[in-house]
């Protein structure tokens, strides 16, 4: 499958604990982006690289962060996390960054208890 | 701030009835408009953006900047056009991609 990819597909953890999301976009693009998908919220936009920059950023909590690899993965890590961090974190990739047809990941489940 | 609305959480027709999914936007310069769809166990995928002016799936969005809205319209819903449809858009050049909350959409026979 040459589509994003992102690992892992779900996770569980505990409270103040540490978490790395990875997502490996599509061959050939260079653009990653990150979303949030919160119960009853839309998608909330977290930031954005551009072959290894950070191009935009969202409303990202300062305990998140992210970059991009010089093989184009991203990693987005969550720290000292907090129940309401449960969400849906998706990962998109498009060819550049002014090319809006977002390929979007399935989705990396988080569960903090 | 830019921001995207979608004041439906769900819309629910029969085949055949028209359909019209709300999306309204803030910004105060130029926007770029889009509409993502996701259908069951598919990912999110861009259906249409109004630059291309271009009917998909025989849906067709008109951005009216007097009114801020770019709402998606389909003239005879077909049961296969249920999903979730969420509006977006690009502010300007800030590299930023806004999402609405979305609207699912629900086709009954």
């Known amino acids: 499958d040459s589509g994003v990819t992102q690992t892992p597909k779900h996770l569980i953890t505990a409270t103040g604990q540490r978490v790395t999301l990875r997502c490996s976009p599509r061959s050939g693009d260079l653009s990653v982006y990150w979303y949030q998908q919160s119960l009853d919220q839309g998608l909330q936009f977290l930031i954005h690289?551009?072959?290894?920059?950070?191009?935009a950023k969202g409303n990202i909590l300062e305990r998140f962060s992210a970059q991009q690899f010089p093989d184009l993965h991203s990693e987005l890590n969550l720290s000292s996390l907090e129940l309401g961090d449960s969400a849906l974190y998706f990962c998109?990739?498009?060819?550049?960054?002014?090319?809006?047809?977002?390929?979007f990941g399935e989705g990396s489940r988080l569960t903090v208890l | 701030a830019q921001r995207v609305t979608q004041p439906e959480k769900l819309l629910s027709v029969f085949k055949g009835a028209p359909v019209e999914l709300k999306c309204n936007y803030s910004y105060s310069g130029s926007p770029e408009l889009f509409w993502y769809v996701q259908y069951s166990r598919q990912r999110l995928q861009l259906l249409l953006r109004h630059i291309s002016r271009e009917s998909i799936k025989g849906f067709t969005a008109d951005l009216n900047k007097g009114e801020t809205s770019f709402h998606l319209k389909k003239p005879f819903a077909q049961e296969e056009d249920s999903a979730m449809y969420y509006c977006a858009l690009i502010a300007g050049n800030t590299g930023k991609l806004i999402f609405g909350q979305g609207t699912t959409l629900q086709v009954k026979p």
């Open positions: 690289y551009y072959n290894g920059e950070e191009r």
């Open positions: 998109a990739s498009s060819v550049t960054f002014r090319s809006w047809e977002l390929f």
